[in-house]
């Protein structure tokens, strides 16, 4: 009887596969509420507070889609996934929106059938020594011993890096970042590597941060950003237009205090088009004209964002950075709206 | 013969000398300690650095613990505080109790609810662990599950009532219909729950009000230690009965049923268990249509039912096979069926003799429900992994946490092997 269950639900969710990749927007309406993935807890980019509720980076993105298509920045149900789950979850339909921190790379566009919308955090691995090593560039560390968590692409950037530099490394093979601080405070390894930002995060954490550094290379590319599923490109442009509108909003000088005024009296036309005082870009994505006035309310434009909960006001302390607009010499750099 | 020596001693003691205490070193403490710590050269020597291990691990714990900090807002501040010196933070503690407890997103005025529940679950288990109490405190014990599931999700009333109504009616359906036979007695009694609980399904859909007497929380608002201790009772108390059908199954001479069980068992344990937590969250979203969300607190304990089912399983054959072949020809021999040779005579020896095996699966189960972390539901250690090491006010906090939860499972699993050793104890009928 089980099998014949299993086998009813796989035809039932085969014709219902092709019912279920049109109209998310819809769907998100019917429901009242926007899911989205987000890590199980990483500091600064999503983490439940102490009342529970969902605070960060990453959350902050999943607020202001939530804002810009219902109009309300709490209407949101986190779904926490870890990176085993969070494909599977996006894939089979439990989540709208990921935002988990994860790295746009070409098989997980492709192969795996889904849709970065653009890059919210550009990073890159980079590594961590006690200042006491005496260590000041990557290039001094031949003979070192390295702490490094098994089966990601850090792994296999650090052997691309110290092969083409020629000098020699010792890996020592960890699970989880947790791990990974206990072992390299309890100086089983030199050297710590990890995305920058994870690093700094971990640094931040420590008993005496000022001991230890971060060395200025940069090894890879890791942009992070949120997709959504292959196949609805009306959803994915609502999401990648509300995270531009982020931008934009930065560049534009528009924050969530002055965002009324600058909506009532601005001269700038652009400014103008983006809030809804002028032409009907909400209405082609099939949202309310304030759409972006929604979005930007909801957490502050991109630079509010950061500098609330990654940026460095905050224990992490991240400095801008690649993160910059392309004015101050970033890559964030968000198409017209027009 | 005794008056010749009358007059050629000078005393004779015609009473018993009162006993006079042993000496020191013969008695009491010191004796004692001469006995097992000193008592010989090697024994001495193993002693002296016993205590001095002791020593060294409390003179490094105890200033630790008893100079922890329990209210300050955050790990920084502890640092502060202390200015280097080694203190436990157990501020973390102090202002994630709940979440520890109950998880980040179960409401908070609702905690009573869980709370009692648990309560009940003391005076629901009761008499089933301690079979001497009146017969009659059964009935809460069969109600409890309904008034769990009512007070820890709330929602209608109706549901849960729908739910008891529809296993009653199973249950009349089976002892009319047993008489004639059992599989008209099986299969009769699953028609009609399913039949009750289909048209309960619509009354209840049709009447249920939009605001119930206790507010809905859905499963996913489960977590923490409550989460454990749920998946945990339900699982161990689903899968013994499961177990015990399973075994006897197993034994069977139907080849069909034998078959079915023989693979079953096999397979699963033949599985580990993170795999078919996988299976049970990841999977199984795949077989599903999006809309069709069967609830993965029910996926996981069916598949953490049916993992030690079959372990206890096994368990329970040994415990079968090692009663002599004697007792099942006795059974026979007075004219009692199948089920009545297995109730009365085999399974109350054959349970006896698997206790210590089944407490211990219970013990690794009730452990391994920490597991559940992984396909990101926030049972205790997913709490501390997940949400409380990533809020910034707390990352880098590690022994504190992880000792408190080694502390709530510590309790937990010794009692349950307390209560297994008075229980063997209680029915041990052999003379030793």
């Known amino acids: 009887m089980n099998k014949s269950v299993i086998l009813g639900a796989l035809t039932i969710a085969g014709l219902s596969a092709g019912a279920a990749a049109a109209a998310t927007l819809d769907d998100v309406k019917e429901r009242g509420k926007l899911n989205c993935g987000v890590t199980t807890g990483l500091v600064g980019f999503s983490a439940p507070d102490a009342n529970g509720e969902w605070k960060g980076f990453d959350v902050a993105v999943c607020r202001a889609v939530a804002a810009a298509v219902l109009g309300d920045a709490m209407a949101v149900e986190f779904v926490p996934l870890t990176g085993k789950t969070r494909f599977t979850a996006l894939a089979a339909g439990e989540i709208d929106v990921l935002a988990r921190n994860t790295t746009w790379t070409l098989s997980r566009d492709v192969d795996l059938k889904f849709d970065f919308i653009g890059v919210n955090y550009y990073d890159g691995q980079g590594f961590m020594v006690p200042k006491e090593l005496g260590v000041s560039s990557a290039k001094d560390l031949d003979g070192a011993t390295v702490c490094i968590q098994t089966g990601t692409t850090t792994e296999l950037n650090l052997a691309d890096y110290f092969r083409a530099n020629n000098i020699s490394y010792e890996p020592v093979p960890i699970e989880t970042n947790g791990e990974a601080q206990q072992q390299y405070l309890a100086g089983a390894c030199d050297v710590y590597t990890t995305d920058a930002s994870g690093l700094a995060s971990t640094r931040a954490t420590f008993e005496a941060p000022g001991d230890h550094m971060l060395l200025p290379e940069i090894v890879s590319k890791e942009p992070l950003g949120p997709l959504v599923r292959h196949g609805d490109n009306d959803w994915g442009d609502i999401v990648r237009w509300t995270l531009n509108a982020l931008i934009a909003a930065e560049e534009l000088g528009i924050s969530s205090a002055n965002i009324n005024e600058m909506a009532e009296s601005t001269t700038n036309p652009e400014v103008a088009r983006l809030l809804g005082s002028e032409g009907n870009l909400g209405e082609m994505l099939g949202l309310s004209s304030d759409w972006a006035k929604n979005a930007i309310l909801a957490s502050g434009n991109y630079g509010e964002i950061f500098a609330k909960n990654i940026g460095e006001e905050t224990p992490i302390g991240l400095a801008r950075g690649l993160n910059a607009q392309w004015t101050n010499g970033g890559l964030l750099y968000s198409p017209p709206f027009r | ?432």
């Open chain 2, 1 to 432: 013969m005794s008056d010749t020596h009358a007059h050629s001693v000078a005393f004779v003691r015609e009473t018993a000398i009162p006993p006079s205490p042993a000496p020191v070193n013969a008695a009491g403490p010191i004796k004692w300690m001469r006995d097992n710590l000193f008592a010989t050269w090697a024994n001495a020597l193993l002693t002296v650095a016993a205590l001095y291990f002791l020593y060294i691990v409390l003179a490094a714990t105890l200033p630790w613990i008893v100079g922890g900090l329990w209210t300050t807002g955050s790990l920084a501040e502890c640092r502060e505080i202390l200015q280097g010196k080694s203190a436990a933070c157990f501020s973390v503690l102090t202002e994630r109790w709940n979440q520890l407890l109950f998880g980040f997103k179960y409401p908070d005025e609702l905690y009573w609810r869980p709370g009692l529940a648990f309560v009940l679950l003391f005076f629901a288990a009761a008499p089933v662990l301690f079979f001497d109490m009146p017969r009659k405190f059964l009935a809460f014990t069969v109600l409890y599950p309904f008034i769990a599931y009512w007070l820890i999700w709330g929602g209608s009333i109706l549901s849960p009532i729908v739910a008891l109504v529809g296993f009653s009616a199973g249950y009349v359906a089976y002892s009319k219909l047993v008489t004639r036979n059992f599989a008209a007695g099986f299969f009769g009694s699953v028609v009609a729950a399913f039949v009750v609980w289909f048209i309960g399904g619509y009354i209840v859909g049709a009447v249920a009000s939009e605001n119930p007497m206790l507010e809905a929380v859905p499963s996913r608002d489960l977590g923490g230690f409550m989460l454990n201790l749920m998946l945990g009772v339900t699982c161990v108390s689903l899968s013994i009965p499961l177990g015990i059908a399973l075994a006897l199954g197993r034994q069977s001479s139907m080849p069909l049923i034998k078959w079915i069980c023989v693979i079953f068992i096999e397979f699963i344990r033949g599985v580990p268990l993170i795999t078919l937590l996988f299976v049970a969250s990841v999977m199984l979203a795949y077989f599903f249509p999006p809309e069709a969300n069967v609830d993965l607190f029910l996926r996981v304990v069916i598949m953490i039912t049916m993992f030690s089912s079959a372990y206890i399983a096994e368990v329970i054959r040994g415990g079968l096979a090692a009663l002599p072949k004697g007792q099942y020809e006795a059974g026979d021999s007075l004219g009692l069926d199948y089920a009545q040779s297995m109730r009365l005579i085999i399974l109350p020896q054959a349970l006896k003799i698997s206790i210590p095996g089944i407490v211990n699966i219970a013990v690794g189960l009730f452990k391994d429900t920490t597991l559940v972390s992984v396909i990101s539901m926030f049972d205790l250690v997913g709490m501390i992994r997940g949400p409380i090491l990533a809020s910034t006010d707390w990352n880098g906090v590690y022994w504190e946490l992880l000792g408190f939860a080694a502390l709530l499972f510590f309790v937990v699993c010794y009692g349950i092997s307390q209560y297994s050793q008075w229980l063997e104890r209680r029915l041990a009928t052999d003379h030793r």
